[in-house]
């Protein structure tokens, strides 16, 4: 099953890199890297299963921790642009362009 | 391995890449997210198929449970639910994601094919002492980095409590 | 460090040379002594400039022209700090060369002492440390005392003394005192090391110090630009002859592996005799030479290096620098033995050189122009005998020129002195080197007078004086060569080696009558006649303080009784025969063998006496020529001579060399640097195409990459998405 896994995986990826490069909003663009490290998580524990050890696990904790601190930090940051340019289309907010 | 099993496998990996697709075409947020927090569920089952109880466990409790809550919470706050404007890019964007997704599944598929893949079987019996084995790891060989993940965390919060403060003028 | 010194050469001598362990062993203390004169003098010239401030400008604008500085705006300046300061210079500049002439005369002795055992143990090498030791080309700090260095260290040291002597008197009012002492002390220490050094590369740091202190003291007034160009007028110039003595050595070293003098000498024996290698490297040598002695077509800078201070031409730019050639060309004797066709060359060179500056010579009315081409002249003198082989001839004329000619120039000095300080005193702004502004100065300044005739007998070949041993021998040798000798055998162009031979020494002839002419032209226009320098300056000429006389009388003794060096076999009744021709011999005479072709040729008494007869009757007629035509009616006119035509003023023009040069070499160099290099390459190419042309292409990339960033997040995704395509791809389809 650990093929199955990884082809979900690879997936589940995918769709999340195809849904960050079409979406506007930001909070959906944040969903679709949430759904990206989870694909990755996904393989970690595949590849834990396939060879035995727990190393894999301890990886996708550590995932899951830096994705709740980006959470944390995305999602204030969305808050201040909101506050900010009353949006969260990025089309609209290039304050750096070149 | 019992074709029960297999079915099991499938049935959730069908539920979970159906649910990511749906997730990334809706247009309101909320469905979107709970669309998300659908495909998040699926995961924690095969986690738990791949004998991984523990993971299983904390990707209900912490991804589903936490983080998607805050996201739709923050979709609620900015009251985001309704937009006129369209939220996807225009059709040659979309063609031309299409041709990126092609390709990055063709070469993430060769890549995962590039090794020797054994066929490990699940444990027959139900196991009992699942979180230990994570637990050993954790707090023996990565305790550095697991209480630097604690830094990590409070430095999160304190970013976002100043971030999301409302600015006073000076 | 000096013990350290000692040490090493005491270690480095294992061999017992019969100089090992006598007062020889200080060999290297002769190149320092006039360094340690240089710092000191060179920290004394800049304490005071730094004592007054930035007002004090160390140098006079007025005094580049007439060699003095004015004293008033001196006097003005000067407070007895500085007068302190510069009696401090002319103790310390004279006494370090005095303390060098010193102890070379005690190494001289010890030579002496050594008696016959030195002439079969060869040079005395002293090694004091590595210099360029990279890969197989291994050159060292290394000192070479041999008959001929020592000749030649007497020689600078002993002139170069007297002339700084005269240095105290005739610089004492200039700004620049303590800076002319260090520049003076320099060139002293890299004329040591040239003639010194064991091998090719230490002989070219002194030939290239000498250049530089040369320029340096060339261009002395720097304020007037006319002088600053002379300077960088000689130093260009002579890059031209460094090109070849580098091209020279590069030969040396690709096809010998060795660049000391011994290893050379010993080498030499590989080359074909008469090939085209050697035949080439005696003729780049040669180019060096011309270049460092003025000769043709290289002569140009040295008529113009008259513009530094008169005791810096007495030393510079007749005793000592400008003789470096010739003793390069007798130093490397091995190699041009080897090359007749070369040594041929050389001769050829020097004759018609002696010829063509004499007879500019002629016509010159700026008194140290006429000494400068008469320099030129007899340096042709000298490289005629080096090129038929009469090497030591060749050191004698050095040597007998090194005292006349210097006591020439420092006379000439002592006579611009001398018109300086009367035009000083009656404010009148005159030419002070201008022969037509002098005449009758024999009444004013007696010694300079009689000292200065001595010189221009001995110059012009008139017997007794040393002029007239050297160029005699110079000629007999020649004579010999013609009727037998390696070169005799050769053919230019057709024409028998033998019959140019006769044809240089024809040329000789000529040249030896009209030196005799424009020397005797020179003095009777300055000392003899009626005064033309002026009513109110009349009054104010007087001799030369004692400083300056005193070193000019010593150079007279010199000048008088300097042929005694090398008397002829024939006049073997005034005392003994050919000092120097045996002195030098164990340096010389295998080359000056090779080249006559077995044996040095034996003139007979008969010959031996007409070639003399021919050399006396000549410079007789010479200078009773100049008698006659430039009689007492001429002499009193101030304007002597209308302007001329044709030949005359052609010659009075010095045959528009310099003209000519200006215009079919240096402009089309300037056109050719402006319009192509400048305009061409440095502009359009280099600033254009390279400079601008990059920043054009940043300023080109810059604007597409400031469109990439768009500040739009997706538009990043974008990027990091097909980056990370690329990348996964690089590993997945690896």
Redesign the interface.
Known sequence: ????????????????????????????????V??ML?AV??SF??L???H?A?????F???V??????????G??????V??HFGT????N?????? | MSLLYQVHFYLFGIIAVASALFFVTRKNPVAAALWLVNTMFALAALYVMLDAQFVGAIQVLVYAGAIMVVFLFVVMLLNLGQTDAPDFRTPGVRLGAAAVAVVMLAELLVLSRAGRIPEVAPSATPQTNVVAPVAELLFTEHLLAFEITSVLLLVAVVGAVVLAKRQRRA | MMLALLQAAAEASPAAHPLAGTVAEYVWMLPLLPLLGFVINGLLSIVPAYHAGPEDVSHDPEAGHTDMAHEEAYEAEATTFHRRWNALSSVVGPLVVGIAFVLAAAIFLAMRAAGPSLETAGAFVRTYGSWMPAGELRINWGLQLDQLSMLMTLIITGVGTLIHLFSIGYMRTDPGYSRYFAYLNLFVCFMLVLVLGGSYPVLFVGWEGVGLCSYLLIGFWFSDESNANAGKKAFIVNRVGDFGFLVAMFLLWANLGTLDYAGVDAAATRLVANGALVTAICLFLFLGCAGKSAQLPLYIWLPDAMAGPTPVSALIHAATMVTAGVYLIARSGALFALAPFASLLVALTGALTALFAATIGLKQWDIKKVLAYSTVSQLGYMFVAAGVGAYSAAVFHLATHAFFKALLFLGAGSVIYALHEAYHHTHREEDAQDMRNMGGLRRHMPVTWALMWAATLAIAGVPVFSGFFSKDQILGAVYGAARHSAIGELRLLGIPGSAILYGIYVLGLVTALITAIYMTRMMLYTFHGANRTGEGERPHLHEAPWIMTGPLAVLGVLTVFGGWLNLPAVLHALGPEALLDRWLAPVVARASATLAGGEVAHLSHATEYALIGAAVAVSVLGIGFAVVRYRGPLLAKREAEAAETGLGAAVRQAYYVDRGIGRYLVEPTIALSRKVLWRGLDVGLIDGVIVNGSAALMRGVAWAGARIQTGNVGNYAWIVAVGALVVIGAVAFR
């Open positions: 099953m650990i093929a199955e896994a990884l082809f979900f995986s690879a997936i589940l990826f995918t769709i999340g890199v195809v849904g960050v490069l079409t979406r506007r909003n930001a909070l959906i663009i944040f969903m679709c949430e759904l989870n998580n996904l524990v595949a834990s299963k396939m035995g727990a190393l894999g696990q301890v996708v904790v550590f899951m921790t830096v994705a709740a601190a980006e959470a944390a930090v999602l204030a940051i969305v808050i201040a909101y506050r969260v289309e990025l089309q907010i290039n304050l750096l362009r070149g």
